[in-house]
Nanobody, 123 residues
Framework: QVQLVESGGGLVQAGGSLRLSCAAS????????MGWFRRAPGKEREFVAA????????SYSDSVRGRFTISRDNAKNTGYLQMSSLKPEDTAVYYC????????????????WGQGTQVTVYS
């Protein structure tokens, strides 16, 4: 199965930008749709963005659409989440995942997960 490792999280001022990376190994990363999820303190993990196997199709949650961009580089076995115009409410642990169905918003549809990377946005 695919192993995933997120990186790029950190402390960012509101309005700033950050790019998260998701490095994959142990499987054929390009075969799988990918998603990004996040879990804020005291909340359930929620869908952020998804991308199909080729990178030609993307979907976003309403809360991040227009601010975040999901992408992938299959040659490097790496997915990305570019985050701009960050808000304090974006503060969360961010997880990347791969699954079988593009655009799935439920975390139960993903079979491989990274360990998460913390993003903290301050005013």
């Amino acid at each position: 199965q695919v192993q995933l490792v997120e990186s790029g999280g950190g402390l960012v001022q509101a309005g700033g930008s950050l790019r998260l990376s998701c490095a994959a190994s142990g499987g054929t990363f390009s075969n799988y749709p990918m998603g990004w999820f996040r879990r804020a303190p005291g909340k359930e993990r929620e869908f952020v963005a998804a991308i199909n196997w080729s990178g030609s199709l993307m979907s976003y949650s309403d809360s991040v659409r227009g601010r975040f961009t999901i992408s992938r580089d299959n040659a490097k076995n790496t997915g990305y989440l570019q985050m701009s115009s960050l808000k304090p409410e974006d503060t969360a642990v961010y997880y990347c995942a791969v699954g079988f169905r593009f655009g799935a918003t439920s975390d139960g549809n993903y079979h491989s997960w990274g360990q998460g990377t913390q993003v903290t946005v301050y005013s």
